[in-house]
């Protein structure tokens, strides 16, 4: 049983396509066309009861092969499907590898300029800290130079007071 015919069976309806009302009529293959302005009146069943077809074989024929369209359409459908799943799934596990590549470099990158960020600091530290005891150095040899001028114009003015004194006394 094909699909088309087992979805129909669910349903509760025949398998047998769905007509369409506004479709025209198809010729009959071995039928002769009739124009409507040369058409004999139909005569009664009655009148011709042999040269009524059986049209049992015909719907039969024409049900199967609708039948068997339907089953290849589904077949195609799901191929279809199963092609684009699969497509599906190789881009998606394209797109997983490349973002897991970039994340990795993108890591990676962060790691390298933390480090480098982290290797000038310490650079500006020691750099810092280099000037420090030189500011301090300085600063020492010139409070140690302070010390010694204070003491040398101590000593200096000690001395003119001293000769100051010595001439107002004598």
Known sequence: MSAYEELMAQRGEAAEPAKQPDAEPVAEPDAEPVAESDAEPVAEADAMPDQTPDPTPDAE????AMARLLEIAALNADELVAEA?????????????????LTSTAREEAERLLNETRAEVERLKAESEEARNKANAEIADLRQTEREHRERMKTHLEEMLAKVEANSIG
Do not use: D, F, I
């Open 61 to 64: 024929t024409a049900s199967g």
């Open 85 to 101: 799943r699969a497509e599906a799934e190789e881009l998606t596990s394209t797109a997983r590898t490349e973002a897991e590549q």
